[in-house]
């Protein structure tokens, strides 16, 4: 059976998603003090990371909308998944499923199923991954919705930010917590609930204990860690993705790592030197 998995852009492809037509990406739309930016690949980390740090106003980011998702479920393969941001970050989940149900007025035998990853970023590349290993294993359509939606259950997300500033400006920090937290060099460890919202799970003084506490938090909630794949995305900082990677494998094993570069939705949240892991 030939399949498709398309992610909206808050999920990174890696190199070998990218080279694969089996692999779609679905933009969303950024923007930066009134000026709109596409969330593809000519997506500029650094120039957007200038503006976001030039601008007084907080980023903001529009989904993909339902006719393009449409789109992308009318094409020829037997089996369509698109994998999206957090319902409870994003509308790109509801876009999505609009989508489904316009390709579904006009072909009602496609098989089509939207995973609401209740993560970002990496977390819906592992989820890509999950999709595509039950795809080659042979797994019924329906089957392959029951495993990756069981997987998405137990998955974990967690991020530390090195950077306040957007965090400041959409409200979830006070000026004043904000301007505090800068000046002790306060970093908040945060993580996802159950049902995809954020959470700050802990913090520390300095970005280095902030990463020791994350690294506590990922290898006491590790279980089974061994049959799972460790995801990790930087905001350009590939040095720090590192030490936190050996850090981590240094004390669970894992079934393999994927690590990629924040891409557009990513980088307004996670900002200039943020870490995301999931497992």
């Known amino acids: 059976m030939s399949f498709k998995i398309i992610l909206d852009s808050c999920g990174e492809r890696t190199a070998e998603m990218k080279a694969d037509p089996r692999f779609a990406s679905a933009a969303l739309t950024l923007e930066v003090s009134h000026e709109q ?33 449409q789109d992308f479920f009318m094409e020829d393969a037997d089996h369509l998944y698109a994998v999206t941001l957090s319902s409870e970050l994003s509308g790109s989940y509801n876009s999505a499923m609009l989508g489904r ?7 009602p035998d496609k098989k089509i199923h939207v995973f609401n990853s209740r993560s970002a970023s990496v977390g819906e590349t592992l989820i890509a991954c999950r999709i595509q290993d039950c795809e080659e294993q042979g797994m019924s359509f ?14 974990n997300t967690y991020f530390v930010l090195e950077n306040l500033e957007t965090l400041r400006k ?13 000046a002790l060099k306060i970093k908040p460890v945060m993580g996802s609930t159950p049902e995809g919202t954020i959470c700050q799970l802990d913090q520390a003084r300095g970005i280095n204990r902030a990463l020791v506490k994350m690294v506590d938090y990922i290898v006491q909630r590790g279980t089974d860690s061994g049959k799972k794949r460790l995801g990790i995305a930087h905001c350009n900082c590939p040095e720090r993705a590192q030490i936190v990677k050996e850090a981590i494998l240094e004390r669970i094993p894992v079934l393999e790592t994927v690590t990629v570069e924040t891409a557009g939705v990513s980088s307004m949240y996670a900002n200039d030197g943020g870490i995301i892991v999931v497992i």
């Open 142 to 155: 329906d089957e392959t919705v029951r495993t990756v939606e069981e997987y998405i259950a137990g998955q």
């Open 37 to 69: 930016i596409i969330d593809d690949e000519t997506f500029n980390q650094a120039e957007f990371l200038r503006k976001v740090a030039a601008s007084p106003e907080c980023p903001k980011s529009s989904c993909p909308s339902p006719e393009i998702y």
């Open 101 to 107: 149900s316009l390709a579904l007025e006009q072909c």
């Open 170 to 182: 959409n409200g979830r920090l006070s000026n004043l917590k904000a301007f505090v937290a800068s």
